[in-house]
């Protein structure tokens, strides 16, 4: 009876210690997979935004042409028609030409304000890009696991102590 209660004195300290490692060692795994799924979400949704991003960029991008197009269609029409009255009217030579310069001024000015308006959404989609990237990286630093309290060093220097103790018991 008295051998019984020695062991249990001495053994019961190392099932806690062995317990502890296991149940640490499970919720290891655990934050493992966890960290793993919070990851290939993140990525996913960035994923997903960049597409939106990139979609956007080239609707723009359409959208820049289709106006280009428009102002050197109403440019052509406006010069035609100008030249058509002046030549009907009379005029030639110098006001001929500036009013051709006229024109053509116009229509370069136009071309530059629909080029920056072009240019400013494309710096607007590159920060919201790269907003995309600082919260993905966010996501998956903030998701990053802790170490699980398992057995630390006074865990082990208490089943030690409790060891010699027990062991100390027995040779009395």
């Known amino acids: 009876m008295c051998g019984f209660l020695e062991a249990a004195a001495v053994g019961g300290p190392l099932i806690e210690l062995g317990a502890g490692a296991i149940g640490a060692s499970a919720q290891r795994k655990q934050a493992r997979e966890n960290f793993q799924n919070t990851i290939n979400f993140a990525n996913e949704n960035a ?16 959208a820049t042409a289709q106006s280009l197009l428009q102002l050197e269609r109403e440019a052509q029409a406006g010069r035609a028609t100008a030249l058509a009255s002046a030549g009907s009217s009379g005029v030639s030579g110098a006001s001929i030409a500036a009013l051709d310069r006229l024109y053509t ?11 920056q308006s072009r240019e400013n959404n494309r710096l607007q989609l590159q920060t919201q890009a790269d907003a995309i990237q600082s919260s993905t990286y966010a996501s998956i630093v903030n998701a990053t696991p802790n170490a699980p309290a398992g057995p630390n060093i006074f865990d082990l ?16």
Do not use: P
């Open 105 to 115: 001024r116009s229509l370069f000015e136009n071309q530059q304000r629909v080029l």
């Open 47 to 62: 994923r997903q935004n960049y597409r939106q991003i990139g979609l956007r960029q080239l609707q723009e991008d359409q």
């Open 157 to 172: 220097l208490n089943t030690g102590l409790n060891i010699g103790t027990g062991l100390y018991g027995i040779n009395d």
